[in-house]
């Protein structure tokens, strides 16, 4: 090892001296989100998550090609009664189903597992004895949890798109039983296939109030359930302030208030109004959040 | 990359008016007594305090700690439970920010640059931890490739080398695919001792590194600490275990309630206490012989004898003036009366005996 004789010695003024001050240095953030990812990827509740969030609008296409029986219209989970007649919109009905409650929970648990998780492990301080900031860390963790959220809303379209097209109806694509809109129009299969990728990536983006909040909670606590049940509860109880008359004042406010404007996009011309503000909203809840979670994170005692 | 001649760390130049930053640390520098680390210093630590919780109901886990460690040193760093070691351990590596005071590594000042100065260190604090269910192998991958190796050190294959490495240094080559999980309590000691060699420190921090380890491996972990000071690795071990730090380092320090009680190097602070230990054939007839005062004239001092065993403990009795019993007479006069002395050595102090007479357990006040 050529290290042994320095003769440049340390400096007091703590000059970065060679090879040894180099290092470390400029590590590109994108090896430490790899990682990040990578642990994610391997973890077998990763994909257990999205199974079962996968899982449940199967179950429910089964019944609703066995039964034949839908909703009727203005009634139970929005575009359910559309889905009889083209299978095509089912993707979008599915997002619908599972994103007041279960995609909230998973990205609750993932996100709340992001720091406390790996102090309850014991992992963490091993993650910051790497020569890598607690900043780079935190941006990283976070780019793993809106890469499961993407994945998640992406994995159940795709089985929607298949269980919807093969179970339910499956309108010819020119023809008059191709999908309607909300508002009662006709939609062409391109107008079907980008409104969908909007609604995806709206999802995704409503979800980013929650992983911020949740990530905040993983980086107050050392116990990861915490964190995860205290962001389901504060999005409960938004859910709850939503439904209530008297809470109107702050009802535009709250991070669930526009989580069920994606029908908007499924409406003759598009309601942009609501979808816009729901953006506006989400964007200001990641932005506060994280930056207390950074700030909390990045002057933490490090103790687990 | 390694052409570009400008580094952005680079300090600025200490004569540039206008760096005020700078002249500030200076200015702070000056009103603080105490100077920076030494030339080649590992561990530099100038009235390092941290005050846990609020300032009233708050508990002082430091109190002004300073502390000089050489770099090729090995160092023992001792204390009971609740004496600050951790904390003291956590703040040098920056997981705990330190209320006042300042800390370098390798002479740099942290926490402020860490990022640049944890590439050199490895260090195990408290438990080792890992994920369990991945391999032995993939846990060491994913914590390096993290960070980009040491230069030319950097690509995939040469990663999987210097694990494969690693792990062959510490024994843990035939398992390295097994996972982490169904290891033994050795087995992850070993582990975490292979996560700070994959990078050739220059400086380790290690938290009692052969607890756990049955003889064999025990044997083995101290030959290659051993071996990496050997090539100028300085070994920073915190440990209860004062076998394995009498073993291992040549300098302890030794924490108590919050500073260090003792610091001094293990040879001086094992003194002799002054007490002879010789192992005999006839312990009774050899007590009987030196006890007499005829005994006494002809060793030049009187010794108190007390017989434990087989053996025999001489405290010579000391009169002012008379000169100091020798071994070797003692040791003389038996042979000359037909007794054998299978054993004697003078009596030094255990590092036990330095940390309990210097430090109190947690509750005694």
Known sequence: MSHVADPSGPSPEGAPRGSAGRRGLRLPLLALILVELRKLAVRPRTWVTIGLLCLLPSVVAVFLAVTDLAPRPGQGPTFLSAVLGNGALYPAAALGLILPVFLPVAVCVVAGDAIAGEAANGTLRYLLLRPVSRTRLLVAKLVAVLAFTTTAVLAVAGTAYVTGTQLLGNAPTELSLAATTVSGTGLTPEDLTWRTVLVIGYMSVSMMGVAALALLLSTLTDSPLAAALGGLALIVGSSVLVGLDSADAVRDLLPTRYWLSWVDLFRNPILWTDVRAGLIVQLGYVVVLLGAAWATFTTRDITS | ?365
């Not at chain 2, 230990?277 to 001092?301: E, I, N």
């Not at chain 2, 002395?341 to 940390?355: G, I």
Request: net charge negative.
């Open chain 2, 1 to 365: 990359m390694s052409a570009d001649p400008v580094d952005p760390d680079d300090p600025v130049d200490l004569d540039d008016p206008l760096d005020l930053e700078e002249d500030e640390r200076l200015d702070a520098s000056r009103a603080d007594e105490r100077p920076g680390p030494p030339p080649g210093s590992a561990v530099a630590l100038r009235g390092l305090t941290k005050r846990f919780g609020s300032s009233r109901g708050g508990v002082t886990a430091v109190d002004g700690l300073d502390l000089d460690v050489a770099e090729g040193e090995r160092f023992g760093f001792l204390g009971p439970n609740g004496s600050g070691k951790t904390t003291t351990v956590r703040m040098m590596l920056g997981l705990v920010l330190p209320t006042s005071g300042r800390a370098w590594l390798l002479g740099e000042r942290v926490p402020g640059r860490l990022p640049q100065v944890l590439a050199d260190v490895g260090a195990v604090v408290e438990s080792v931890a890992a994920y369990p269910h991945l391999s032995a192998r993939t846990n060491l991958t994913l914590l390096d490739a993290s960070a980009p190796g040491p230069a030319g050190q950097r690509g995939r294959r040469s990663r999987r080398a210097r694990v494969d490495a690693a792990l062959e240094a510490v024994g843990l080559d035939g398992v390295g695919r097994r996972r982490v999980g169904a290891f033994s309590l050795g087995m992850r000691q070993r582990l975490g001792l292979a996560a700070t060699l994959v990078r050739r420190p220059r400086l380790l921090v290690l938290d009692e590194p052969t607890n756990g380890l049955d003889p064999q491996g025990i044997r083995a972990v101290t030959d290659l600490l051993l071996e990496l000071n050997a090539d100028g690795t300085t070994l920073f071990l915190s440990s209860h275990l004062l076998a394995e730090v009498e073993e291992l380092c040549t300098r302890v320090g030794v924490m108590d309630r919050g500073s260090l009680a003792v610091v001094g190097d293990v040879a001086d602070l094992r003194a002799p206490t002054g007490r002879l230990l010789l192992r005999v054939d006839a312990p009774g007839a050899a007590a009987g012989l030196l006890g007499t005062t005829s005994a006494a004239a002809r060793l030049g001092g009187r010794l108190d004898v007390r017989v434990e065993g087989d053996r025999l403990v001489l405290t010579p009795q000391s009169a002012s003036g008379s000169p100091r019993v020798e071994l070797s007479a003692v040791v003389a006069a038996l042979v000359g009366e037909g007794i054998a002395v299978l054993e004697a050595v003078p009596e030094r102090s255990t590092l036990e005996d330095v940390v309990l007479a210097r430090t109190r357990a947690v509750g005694e006040r």
